[in-house]
């Protein structure tokens, strides 16, 4: 049965429970619960942390703690019982744990441990606290060190600043805000502040003097390291002050065995001190300790002989020194004990002992040594700082250890009443004595003895040093063979005060003998009296002492036998006549002298003291007894404070006219006296005396009297330090005059009452009338004015004992109203009046509202003026905050509304006037002091004082007035940091008041503002003001704990919805005059809609609505609204405002208002563009602010851009973007990019003089500097980004305009910077990019990406590999898709993110310029990866049924292309894709395409060797061939001649026969390149590889030979074949609408160029036919696919070079005719990894790898210019070496096939050639190349394919190419003829010697090149000299014709030309730098003469070989 508890109601959670039962209530340990009922062991209830949540707990989980219980029942409220520091610390704790743990995170470890000590340390303190062990004071002290803990750790946690009063959080409502403002002040400034000195946060004026804290130095010896005294030895240490050369402290003493440690076994570690009382003065002295080491033994240390050993003698040994100032710093900063090493020096001439320390200090080091490095003292030090009783509190175990408190000489700066003290210090100086006829000097020991008056020697009356108990008699150390000792040391008489008078001093001199016997001798004394016959004591001074001569034999029993004697020259001086046969001489020429020091507080050495204390004695020296008073020290008064006082008033009542000003003038010395800092803790003792000894009934009407006379002399006397003093002394006087005539009334019963009325009144008249005087031109009255004003408050405690309070409140404005009331009284005089009022306020007096009443308005007057005077402000605002502080207190009675109205009334306006002054000056105490005083004031306001306040206003005018003053001063108080940003609970406060004040104040501006009085100026104002409250940071809840946040809720609500109810009611208001404030509240609005508090966007945002509406009633339109909703929207999301929830809730209000306006359509228009804009600008946002890459960044830009230019048109918007955009490139260094969006800008201005106003950074100028200042730079960027084409067009641009304007100077410079742009063109090496098809698929990425697809321009060396690296980084969350299809809806719309990305091939636009022949490939190559728009890639698949034997036949390739947005490059890496085409290519074409590119590999390969340009490693070409031949043999082409060779086929498909001829003739081309490959393979194999070339030479024979089988003509061609009458050698020799050039550009990138190049071939184990199929990263389809284990099998074929087993399972697949012969055969092993995925093994692709960065790591094929693959291809001239130039015009010479796809094959012919050349086991005639196929195969030079030296990674490995099973290494089937010899070359060449053409030495026959012509005549015209231009011409490639000339670049950024409608016109990149051949017709000679170059040539290779 539940019940409810009664007791049991709050507890704490000392077990996690989890919850596991029904209804159980998850709880953690440490939860806070509060409990509502119990049933046997369980309780129910609810957890602190979630109030809503209830549930059932185990009772045996909770600690019960006890509480206070409101409100029982349902709504029950518990308070825990407990200390509320103990509470906070609690909570505090709790909101650390979090963030601390956050510290570790974010790498701040320091704070991190720092914190963790500090939390640990409050959890020790909180369980002393609820031990409740503790005493008041050590509670006290605990919460101190509790609260600066936690403000030091929330100040470091940057957590809210805590008020605190008394250790306890303070109510900001129990406060004003004035003292709320002081406390947070107090402790800002010192966070270790005790708050017990700041009990009530209103200093006393009165208490300007703070007690010095006195400083304590405790020392303790640790050990002496010593081992060469072996005697015991006394250790004095003492403090040493070096600028005044004295001891400033006693000497603390130590006594040490001969082992080092201490004589007194008790005092192991209890060797410590305090030298005590250390003022801060002493601090800054050059103080340092020293300590004075004294051996006790014989008389020379080191001579057994020197004395007797039972003799011990007191013998200096040593000094040591350390400089306080030195460790000074070190000690303050440590706080604790710190070591310190002493060495100890000895000092060399013993003479010198009293001087030892001075000497170590100046470094004299001749003076002393150091016997040995070991010897030390360390010592340890503490510095402690506080009176006595604090450091007994705080270090009671310093205390426990023996310590031995070690006083200053002297007293301290502070003496303290009961400090009873009666010291007597005494210095051994020096003596003089005779030698005594003796050789040597004397050792002088000096004994002494303190007697009493009978003679006996007192006891233990001696003290050598604290630290050891006193003794009886003393011996000084002895100084060896030394008659004028100096000694220096010094010792305490601690003589009680009784046997003080009559004791004397006795002095024994004895030489001490350092023969066998060793006695001590006495051969003279000398005495002192300790105090005079005058009763003073012995003064403190030098006293030289006469010594008496005696002898052992002499008694000193009757010391009246020597007392009578003079001891000194002032006593022989006194007594003149002494007998002279006594028994004592005196010796004259010896002498003795002494220093004294007293420090007594009993004692005087005061004469006048004595005098005035006996005054009776003397009584006709009276006068000058009270005269010479005031030259006694103020030591000495003090301590017969008591005694001089009744002495005074004794002389007062004796005779009051005749001593009366006298002893008031004593009187007031001494008062003033006790106000000096040393003196002031007397004046308890002073009042004291008043209170209880003072006996003056009577001196009331002399005091008066004299008081009065002075106050009247004051206008008269020009010297008035006098009247200045009694002024200072008022205070006390007035003590004295009250308690005297209280004690007069009491003695008479009230007798005389109206007799002191009245001359008190007359007494106040005299103050009035020195307070009115002008002392503007009187130095000395306006001190006497300060004076007064500074004691004035004083009085006002001791008058209320006499009259009510409502005559001293009377007295006291009369007082205040007497003051001058102009400002203009000079500076001082403010201060002093308005310091006096201040006090007045402070004073008890005030604190009566009685006297409020009467006091207030003089106040309040004297502040006004000084506001209005804008003077003594500080002084001003601690008067106002005082009076607050007291309304505040009192603020439940009524006369607290009568005193604020006056306030208002008097302080509101100047208030706000102030303010404004002050803040527009930035003073921010200041403007602190007045915001507290302010809003103190209004928060005392009530109905009633608005209504008066408002009512009270003469005109509209100056309500206007008060209003715009207000509502600015709130403003400003919202925009500048007055309050810092921790002051939480002071901000909040600000908050409400001002929320309050606006709502009483928005009534008053609709009433007088609205209708007819409409004032645009207060309105604005006010919605300003409502606008900036709202958006406070203070009032964020939302970034802020949960807990702070319900706190603050609580408390005020949420004030944001509060003012935004109230700014809607009062826009409601404006009516018609709203269209005033549009567009200007437009931005302001926003602002506050973008608040993310769900209420306040509600209430504000149909106020656009209302906006659009009255501007459509206006003019028709909102284009207004429109423009500047979509201005500020821009700026504010950016800053970081609005989030996904406010576009949405935006659009729904707006539309649903809209929806019912008759403009409904555009605004729903306008509605859903603005949060079309909305969601791009947060995606914007989003990329800015977080740490996304410079893709992400510069996309988002781009999208925003274009929707501000094309969407909604704002131009200056669109402006701001493209800079943007531009400084991203600069950033990324995406210089082409940048140029490119700066051409944006460009391009909207026009080459005019319209002026144009200064904008971003741009300052104002004409439109024509702008775009030529923009043209300069674009110019730069472009030539930074290496597009040197796209800048020239500008500068033709640039020059055109400064021809025109004759402006050669600049023409110049753009000529030169054109020129040199067509230089760097030719000259410098640019790289080829990649290109990515990228897509972005998902709801989760940003709106700009989602679900769209983009191509994007990779970065230099940046292959499919790094780029999808690069995307994934960018979108960790990202998926990769692993197949190339389009995604379906399901992925399209899921909350995630696809990346699908591939290469792409580019399709360049300007074809024109790609198909010039003599066009450098270095200028083709830019126009063949720039300006594209258009993309393609392939993807391999099979249609209609899969013949498993032969895959071949129905393997189609799925071609796509792409065309985008915008060509790249442009402003962006990427564009989005516009359109998508799919085109299918027949299996067919497929194969034709396949076998061409795997030629076109080979050769290239095959030219890089034969040109030298791969050295020493011959591994490549020998894979390359093997992959080759061995995939041929193993039946590679095997597969496609079964395939498409079949009748069957040919039967079926009669259309293809064109085609099936076309892939003949490529694999009769592949065998002839073949056997090149193998010459050269022989030509530079290494031995060990033989083995190899044979095995390749075999299966070569076997591959032809299947050919042979396969065509058989090719073994018997006929040399008529190749003559004219084969159409084919028609086209050959005639220029084709498609030159060679293009011809052989469409080749190298024809759609299925997959093997041939590594960027466009698929995987090996894709389709040889997919270019792009392999440019997926993905896995296998598995619908299409095979098995697992066919699949690896497959791999393995197509892999069986060691370097890639174990590598196949991770190749990315595309296709399910990956493991099939088929589509494994014949692609290049590098077109593989180019484009996928791998981890193969690292081996050889390492070295793959290391080869293609050695060759600057260029792009595959296209993107490589031969010139930096190649640089040993060039030679001199340019020109190529013989044996290339022979090579290239044997292989292609004339050969120029055509590639008109409209030929039939019969117009096209065929080539003829002999086989018989590759014949190498049977012919003898060299290997010549052979021609290429006529079909898109050009015949040039064999390219060094770039593709070879890439890594598998990259897809660049072109050697394992068709190992498979059926690798397709095919030979084509074509007609050759047989070349016949050339005729030898006659042209000239104007730059080239002859010699070049023999240049290659390793060759002696060279090449000669093999023509191929229709006609004789084409030989003969072969003949002829053809003009060359050989500076320019590449030798690789053969140029057009003369008459057609290279097309100038167009304009890159002007619309681009038409793209190719054919997919063929892909252009990819030819051999850049190679010199260029002459261009000359070649006839056709007969076959005999090519097959004896053949021959040569191979003969040539043998032999080298």
Not at 314 to 341: H, M, N, W
Not at 1628 to 1642: C, R, W
Request: proline share 5%; with cysteine; net charge neutral.
């Amino acid at each position: 049965m539940w019940t409810p508890t009664e007791e049991e109601k709050y507890g704490v959670v000392i077990c996690s429970f989890r919850g596991s039962v029904p209804q159980g209530l998850v709880l953690e340990i440490g939860e806070t619960v509060q409990i509502l009922e119990k049933c046997e062991g369980w309780y129910r209830g609810v957890s602190t942390k979630k109030p809503n949540i209830k549930g059932i707990f185990p009772a045996n989980y909770i600690h019960l703690k006890k509480a206070i219980v409101s409100n029982r029942g349902q709504y029950e409220t518990v308070v825990p019982l407990e200390d509320s520091v103990v509470t906070e610390v609690t909570a505090t704790l709790q909101e650390w744990a979090s963030l601390w743990k956050q510290l570790y995170v974010k790498h701040k470890v320091d704070l991190f441990y720092k914190l963790r000590h500090v939390m640990n340390e409050l959890i020790d303190l909180r369980r002393q606290l609820l031990s409740g062990h503790l005493t008041q004071d050590q509670v006290r002290e605990v919460k101190r060190h509790i609260t600066v803990r936690l403000d030091w750790g929330n100040e470091h946690l940057g957590l809210d600043l805590v008020p605190r009063k008394d250790f306890e959080v303070v109510d900001s409502d129990q406060i004003s805000v004035s003292d709320l403002y002081k406390m947070h002040l107090s402790s800002r400034q010192s966070v270790q502040q005790s708050t017990s000195q700041v009990d009530t946060m209103r200093p006393r004026h009165g208490e300007t003097c703070r007690m010095p804290v006195p400083h304590h130095f405790f020392l303790s010896l640790k050990s002496f390291t010593y081992n060469t005294i072996g005697e015991d030895s006394d250790v004095f240490f003492s403090l040493y002050d070096m600028r005044e050369g004295k001891q400033i402290s006693e000497r603390f003493l130590v006594r040490l065995n001969k082992n080092g440690g201490p004589r007194n076994p008790e005092k192991i570690e209890r060797m410590c001190a305090l030298f005590t009382d250390l003022s801060s003065k002493d601090m800054k002295r050059d103080l340092y300790i020293v300590a004075h080491v004294i051996r006790i033994g014989r008389m020379l240390l080191n001579d057994s002989k020197k004395g007797p050993a039972h003799l011990h003698y007191r013998r200096p040994y040593g000094c040591a020194v350390l400089s306080i100032l030195d460790v000074l710093q070190s000690l303050t900063e440590l706080k604790e004990e710190k070591d310190f090493v002493l060495k100890v020096y000895t000092c060399n001439n013993e003479s010198e002992w009293a001087q030892i320390h001075e000497n170590i200090i100046r470094k004299s080091s001749a003076k002393y040594s150091a016997p040995s490095a070991s010897h030390g003292l360390i010592i340890s030090l503490q510095l402690l700082r506080g009176d006595m009783e604090q450091i007994r509190r705080e270090n009671p175990i310093i205390f426990n250890r023996g310590l031995a408190i070690t006083r200053k000489l002297g007293f301290p700066d502070v003496i303290m009443p009961g400090d009873i003290r009666n010291d007597l210090y005494l210095t051994l100086e020096k003596g003089d004595f005779e030698r005594g006829g003796k050789s040597v000097q004397k050792n002088i020991e000096v004994t002494m003895y303190v007697l009493y008056a009978d003679g006996e020697i007192l006891k233990d009356c001696i003290s050598l040093g604290s630290g050891e108990p006193n003794r009886s008699s003393y011996h000084s150390f002895v100084l060896y063979h030394s008659n004028s000792p100096r000694w220096g040391e010094i010792i305490k008489l601690p003589i009680p005060i009784d046997r003080f008078r009559g004791s004397h001093l006795r002095f024994e001199f004895r030489h001490c003998s350092t023969k066998d016997k060793g006695e001590k001798k006495l051969f003279g004394f000398a005495f002192s009296p300790l105090m005079r016959d005058d009763g003073t004591t012995l003064s403190d001074d030098i006293h030289e002492l006469y010594v008496y001569k005696c002898d052992e034999n002499s008694t000193f029993n009757n010391h009246a036998l020597y007392l009578g004697l003079p001891c000194c020259k002032e006593d022989y001086n006194g007594c003149p006549n002494i007998p002279s046969s006594l028994i004592f001489q005196r010796s004259t020429k010896e002498s003795f002298s002494i220093s004294t020091q007293l420090s007594s507080t009993k004692l005087t050495q005061n004469v006048d003291l004595l005098a005035l204390l006996k005054w009776k004695a003397f009584p006709d020296r009276i006068m000058d007894i009270l005269g010479r008073l005031r030259h006694v020290s103020g030591e000495e008064i003090v301590k017969f404070l008591q005694d001089i006082l009744d002495t005074l008033f004794v002389i007062l009542d004796e005779n009051t006219e005749k001593y009366g000003l006298l002893v008031f003038q004593s009187l007031v010395f001494i008062i003033n006296l006790l106000r000096d800092i040393k003196y002031f803790h007397f004046r308890p003792v002073m009042d004291t005396y008043i209170q209880k000894h003072f006996a003056g009934a009577l001196a009331y009407k002399e005091l008066i009297r004299c008081l009065k006379w002075y106050m009247d002399c004051s206008a008269e006397l020009i010297r008035q330090d006098h009247i200045q003093e009694a002024m200072r002394a008022l205070e006390y006087l007035f003590k004295f005059i009250v308690q005297s005539r209280i004690l007069y009334s009491r003695a008479t019963c009230g007798m005389e009452e109206e007799q002191f009325r009245s001359s008190i009144q007359e007494l106040f008249q005299s103050i009035r009338f020195v307070l009115s005087l002008d002392s503007r031109n009187s130095e000395t009255l306006l001190f006497t004015q300060a004076a007064l004003l500074n004691s004035f408050p004083t009085i006002f405690d001791e008058l209320l004992q006499m009259f009510t309070v409502q005559e001293v409140a009377e007295f006291v404005r009369g007082t205040l109203g007497s003051m001058p009331s102009t400002v203009h009284i000079g500076q001082s005089m403010d201060v002093v009046k308005l310091q006096s009022i201040a006090r007045t306020v402070d004073s008890r007096l005030f604190s009566f509202s009685e006297s409020r009443r009467i006091l207030l308005p003089v106040v309040l007057h004297h502040i006004h003026l000084h506001l209005r005077q804008q003077k003594e402000l500080l002084i001003c605002s601690g008067i106002l905050g005082s009076i607050f502080s007291i309304v505040k207190t009192s603020s439940l009675e009524a006369d607290v509304i009568e005193e604020v109205e006056m306030m208002v009334e008097s302080l509101l306006d100047v208030l706000l006037q102030t303010l404004l002054t002050i803040m527009s000056k930035s003073h921010a105490q200041e403007a602190g002091e007045y915001v507290s005083c302010l809003l103190s004031l209004l928060r005392q306001m009530c109905d009633t004082h608005y209504q008066h306040l408002l009512d009270n206003f003469q005109s509209k005018d100056e309500l206007k007035e008060f209003l715009l003053k207000i509502f600015c001063v709130f403003r400003n108080l919202m925009k500048m940091s007055v309050f810092p940003r921790d002051w939480m609970v002071m901000r909040l406060l600000t908050s409400n008041i001002i929320v309050t004040t606006v709502q009483y104040l928005s009534s008053a501006l609709h009433k007088n503002f609205t209708e007819t009085d409409f004032d645009f100026k207060v309105w604005n104002s006010y919605f300003s003001l409502a606008v900036l409250f709202i958006n406070q940071p203070s009032l964020q809840l939302e970034i802020i704990t949960s807990a702070k946040k319900k706190k603050i809720l609580d408390k005020y609500g949420d004030m944001r919805v509060m003012m935004a109810y109230e700014l809607f009611s009062m826009w409601q208001n404006l009516g018609e005059h709203k269209i005033h404030f549009i567009p200007g509240m437009i931005g302001p609005f926003l602002g506050v809609t973008l608040v993310p508090q769900p209420e306040v966007r509600n209430i504000m945002i149909p106020i656009f609505h209302d906006m659009m509406d009255w501007e459509q009633r206006k003019n028709g339109n909102f284009k207004q609204v429109e423009a500047e909703l979509i201005d500020k929207l821009d700026s504010m999301v950016s800053e970081g405002r609005g989030d996904e929830s406010y576009r949405e809730l935006f659009g729904l209000l707006l539309l649903e208002k809209v929806e019912q306006e008759t403009w409904r359509e555009t605004g729903i228009s306008f509605v859903t563009s603005v949060t079309r804009l909305m969601e791009r600008l947060l995606d914007y946002r989003d990329c800015m602010k977080g740490e996304e890459t410079e893709n992400k960044k510069i996309g988002c830009t781009v999208n925003l851009m274009n929707f501000y230019k094309s969407e909604i048109n704002k131009e200056e918007m669109y402006i701001r973007y493209i800079h943007k955009l531009c400084d991203m490139h600069l950033q990324a260094e995406n210089y082409t990019e940048a140029a490119f969006t700066l051409l944006l800008y460009c391009e909207l201005l026009q080459w005019e003089d319209r002026p144009l106003r200064e904008f971003l950074h741009y300052p104002s100028q004409t439109e024509w500097q702008r775009k030529e200042g923009l043209c300069r730079k674009i110019i730069h960027y472009f030539n930074k980004g290496k597009s040197w084409e796209f800048g020239i067009p500008l500068c033709r641009e640039l020059a055109c305009q400064y021809e025109s304007l004759y402006d050669y100077q600049s023409l110049s410079w753009i000529r030169k910077m054109e020129a040199s742009y067509y230089d760097n063109i030719m000259e410098q090496q640019r790289l080829e990019p990649e290109f990515f098809r990228v897509g972005f698929y998902g709801r989760k990425f940003p709106f700009f990406l989602r679900n769209k697809e983009y191509v994007c321009r990779g970065h230099d060396y940046e292959r499919l590999e790094a780029f999808q690296q690069r995307m994934l980084s960018e979108f960790p969350q990202a998926i990769a898709m692993q197949h190339p299809n389009h995604p379906d809806d399901a992925i399209l719309q899921c909350d995630a993110q696809y990346l699908q990305i591939y290469a792409v091939t580019p399709i360049p636009d300007y074809v024109d310029v790609l198909q010039m022949d003599r066009v450098p490939d270095r200028v083709k190559s830019f126009y063949r990866v720039n300006n594209v728009r258009k993309f393609r890639y392939d993807r391999p698949f099979h249609k209609g049924p899969k013949d498993k034997e032969n895959e071949f036949k129905s393997l189609w390739i799925e071609r796509t292309t792409l065309t985008l947005t915008h060509s790249l490059p442009g402003i962006s890496r990427w564009f989005e894709v516009e359109r998508r085409e799919l085109v299918e290519v027949s299996p067919l074409e497929n194969a034709i395409q396949v076998v061409e590119n795997k030629n076109q590999e080979l050769r290239a390969l095959i030219s890089q060797y034969q040109h030298k340009q791969v050295h020493g490693n011959i591994n490549l070409l020998s894979m390359c061939l093997n992959g080759v031949i061995d995939a041929a043999v193993n039946g590679g082409i095997a597969r496609y001649q079964e395939a498409f060779f079949d009748k069957d086929y040919i039967v079926k498909h009669p259309g293809d026969a064109e085609k099936i001829t076309q892939l003949k003739e490529l694999m009769q081309e592949q065998v002839h390149v073949l056997g090149v490959g193998l010459a050269v393979h022989e030509k530079f194999v290494h031995p060990e590889m033989r083995p190899l070339h044979k095995k390749l030479i075999d299966q070569f024979q076997m591959m032809r030979a299947s050919l042979y089988h396969e065509f058989p003509s090719l073994d018997k061609l006929s040399p008529a074949c190749s003559g004219s009458s084969t159409p084919r050698g028609n086209i050959l020799a005639s220029h084709s609408p498609m030159s060679p050039e293009s011809i052989k550009m469409t080749h190298r990138h024809s759609p299925m160029n997959l093997m041939g190049t590594g960027r466009h071939s698929s995987s090996s184990l894709s389709s040889h036919a997919s270019s792009e199929a392999g440019n997926m990263v993905m896995l296998g389809d598995s619908s299409m696919g095979e098995a697992p284990e066919d699949l690896y099998h497959h791999m393995q074929l197509a892999y069986p070079n060691p370097r890639y087993q174990g590598s196949v399972t991770n190749v990315s697949v595309l296709s399910s005719t990956q493991a099939s012969p088929s589509s494994s055969s014949l692609s290049s092993t590098h077109s593989a990894p180019s484009q996928m995925i791998t981890s193969a093994p690292s081996s050889a692709r390492d070295k793959y790898r290391h080869a293609r960065e050695m060759m600057l790591l260029l792009p595959t094929h296209r993107d490589r210019p031969s010139s930096a693959m190649y640089p040993a291809a060039i030679l001199e001239n340019g020109q190529l070496p013989n044996f290339q130039r022979a090579l290239f015009q044997q292989v292609v010479g004339a050969c120029k096939p055509c590639s008109d796809p409209n030929l039939s094959v019969a117009e096209k012919g065929h080539y003829s050639l002999h086989f018989d050349a590759f014949h190498h086991p049977l012919g003898d005639t060299p290997p010549a190349l052979p021609a290429r196929t006529l079909r898109k195969s050009p015949l040039h030079p064999i390219p060094a394919s770039p593709t070879s030296p890439q890594s598998g990674l990259d897809g660049s490995n072109s050697t394992l190419s068709g190992s498979a099973s059926s690798g397709v290494s095919s030979l084509s089937e074509s007609n050759f003829g047989h070349s016949s010899e050339a005729p030898p070359r006659t042209d000239t060449m104007d730059s080239m010697p002859s010699q070049a053409w023999n240049a290659d030495e390793d060759l002696e026959p060279p090449y000669l090149p093999v023509h191929y012509s229709l006609s004789e005549s084409a030989v003969l015209d072969s003949i002829k000299a053809q003009p060359c231009r050989s500076h320019s011409a590449p030798g690789c490639v053969i140029p057009q014709d003369p008459m057609d000339p290279p097309a100038l670049p167009p304009k890159p950024y002007h619309p681009r030309l038409p793209a190719l409608e054919h997919d063929e016109g892909v252009l990819l990149r030819e051999e850049a730098d190679r010199p260029r051949g002459l261009h000359r017709k070649a006839s056709l000679p007969p076959g005999s003469i090519k097959e004896e170059q053949a021959r040569m040539a191979w003969e040539h290779g043998r032999g080298e070989q």
